[in-house]
């Protein structure tokens, strides 16, 4: 019997960083993302913050019960089934990784370039540092997360990651 494989180019390949004045765009390493689903009697993001930090993991709140948990590095098979049964009885895991990618945006003018696409308030006072939160820019939905003061995590469908990039390019510009 012979074995197939399938070797997924990354989304991204070929596009180099975007630096510009007060904004740098890069493309994340297609590592790890993976949904998490609680059951109803689970536990808040707390206790399963810990146990995804032990795997190596942080998580991004998604909705009400549900989280994206990532990382920059691929999960072994292997450990993704421990982790599965570590978590099953808090919550459900759905390997997302390859199909999603992960677009950082940092520096002073990460916001207004962000600001161009999306309603989010930016104002720390409003989205703080771990805050996270699902949104359009232009037409694609993204779950957006701050990750710095000044760095945000964009996590999109992997069949809209080409367009997602070109927009920001796009936002962008201005600041060249």
């Not at 536990?43 to 930090?53: G, I, S």
């Not at 600001?115 to 820019?137: M, P, R, Y």
């Amino acid at each position: 019997m012979s074995e197939f494989r399938v070797t997924l180019r990354p989304a991204l390949a070929g596009r180099p960083p975007i630096s510009r004045s007060g904004v740098h765009i890069e493309a994340l390493p297609e590592g790890t993302v993976l949904h998490l689903l609680a059951n109803t009697s689970s536990p808040k993001a707390p206790a399963l913050d810990a146990e995804a930090k032990a795997a190596g993991l942080s998580l991004r709140t998604l909705s009400p019960g549900q989280w994206f948990a990532v990382s920059a590095a691929p999960f072994p098979f292997a450990e993704l089934n421990d982790l599965k049964a570590i978590l099953k009885p808090k919550a459900d895991v759905v390997d997302q990784s390859h199909g999603r990618v992960r677009i950082a945006i940092r520096g002073s003018m990460a916001t207004r370039v962000l600001a161009k696409g999306t309603a989010v308030d930016f104002a720390l006072a409003e989205f703080s540092v771990g805050q996270s939160t699902t949104t359009l820019i232009g037409h694609i939905t993204v779950h957006l997360t701050r990750t710095e003061e000044e760095a945000f995590e964009l996590i999109v469908l992997r069949g809209f990651a080409e367009s997602l990039w070109d927009d920001l390019a796009r936002m962008s510009v201005e600041f060249s």
